[in-house]
Nanobody, 123 residues
Framework: QVQLAESGGGSVQSGGSLKLSCAASGNAYCMAWFRQAPGKEREGVATLDRPGRTDYAESVKGRFTISRDNANNTLYLQMNSLKPDDTGMYYC????????????????????WGQGTQVTVSS
């Protein structure tokens, strides 16, 4: 089982940037960022699979970038041009074995989750 720990959340004004980090205790086939706003369902934001393919939610394309540092087993999410609608709890997730690695994947197939980090964007 992979252990995950997020960091880097905070409060910024609209148009600002944040970079989230997720330290993983081991390797996974699919790494992902999900988010959940108050009163809304958890949604996939960005995914990155072992071969290096990425997928993004339409709402963040062109603004967010998912990447990883393989040497340090760390996943990142660079978030630029942040909007109030980006506010929510951001979770790092991982699936060790190969599976569909896209933002549309059911969160239930991700076997490991971090504790979450809060991102608040004010207008």
């Amino acid at each position: 089982q992979v252990q995950l720990a997020e960091s880097g959340g905070g409060s910024v004004q609209s148009g600002g940037s944040l970079k989230l980090s997720c330290a993983a205790s081991g390797n996974a086939y699919c790494m992902a960022w999900f988010r959940q706003a108050p009163g809304k369902e958890r949604e996939g934001v960005a995914t990155l699979d072992r071969p290096g393919r990425t997928d993004y939610a339409e709402s963040v394309k062109g603004r967010f970038t998912i990447s990883r540092d393989n040497a340090n087993n760390t996943l990142y999410l660079q978030m630029n041009s942040l909007k109030p609608d980006d506010t929510g709890m951001y979770y790092c997730a991982a699936r060790v074995t190969p599976w569909t690695c896209r933002v549309s994947v059911d969160a239930a197939v991700m076997g490991a989750w971090g504790q979450g980090t809060q991102v608040t964007v004010s207008s």
